[in-house]
């Protein structure tokens, strides 16, 4: 069953992809996490389970979408400022949180 394998292969590419976008132009972290994703692909290379492979794919999906929606980049700028750098994927729709006000009770 070679399902799993190209689970395996898009996975790997969408996790670099993203990697290339979350940390751009950041020489240190770009390399750390190219070798982290590498490294965790190649410690996992002779699994054979096919209920271990769905887990790991699980893991490295959601990993994706944490990288992808909650990581921003930011740039010291001056000695105590930073600038946020976001992205298209983490400007979301907010929904303003309304409580009703609560009247004061009158003694």
Not at 12 to 41: C, G, M, P, S
């Amino acid at each position: 069953n070679g399902q799993p394998k190209s689970h395996v292969l898009k996975l790997f590419k969408l996790l670099h992809r993203t990697r290339q976008e979350v940390f751009k132009n950041d020489t240190k972290a770009l390399e750390a996490a190219r070798q982290k994703i590498n490294e965790e692909f190649r410690n996992n290379r002779d699994e054979t389970s096919e209920e271990k492979i769905n887990e790991l794919l699980k893991i490295g999906s959601d990993v994706e979408v944490i990288l992808r929606t909650s990581v921003i980049q930011a740039v010291h700028t001056d000695s105590d400022k930073i600038v946020l750098i976001p992205r298209k994927d983490l400007l979301q729709d907010n929904t303003p949180y309304i409580d009703k006000p609560t009247k004061k009770q009158e003694s």
